[in-house]
């Protein structure tokens, strides 16, 4: 019996690395690189979640909305002390309020401390811009 020349044994090694290399490319913890655009939100030493500006969490839900849900999948924490949500979706709240009573305290106290980690994909540019705008900029 002849046994399988040189060439023949590299080519299914090349084929078969090139399979396993596109099958872990396309591997984002469920969400599938099919954009232009691909987002992963996290940080490399402090932990998995970024902060969000502090006026960022509404910017924030804009952006993820227009994403739309099958787009991002998105662990967000309210603030340092919550449980992480696992799947994240901004509410669809509309409120009509005639008169709101707040007091000294609430008007003083920080708006809590919301974190946020995992993907975003778009073909546009400019909403993943969108989502990016919610973080502060980098420290050097």
Request: hydrophobic share 35%.
């Amino acid at each position: 019996m002849k046994t399988p020349s040189t060439f023949i044994i590299f080519a299914v090694i090349a084929i078969a690395a090139v399979l396993i290399v596109r099958a872990i490319a396309q591997r984002h913890d469920g969400l599938k690189n099919d954009k232009n655009f691909f987002l992963e939100i996290k940080k490399p030493k402090d932990g998995d979640f970024v902060d969000l500006k502090p006026d960022g969490k509404p910017k924030f839900d804009t952006a993820l909305k227009a994403l739309g849900k099958e787009n991002y999948k998105i662990r967000f924490k309210p603030d340092a002390t919550a449980t992480p949500i696992e799947d994240y979706h901004p509410p669809n709240v509309a409120l009509k309020t005639d008169k709101v009573t707040t007091s000294d305290l609430a008007k003083n106290e920080p708006p809590g401390d919301p974190k946020a980690t995992k993907q975003a994909k778009s073909n546009s540019a400019k909403e993943i811009q969108d989502v990016l705008d919610a973080f502060p900029s980098p420290s050097p």
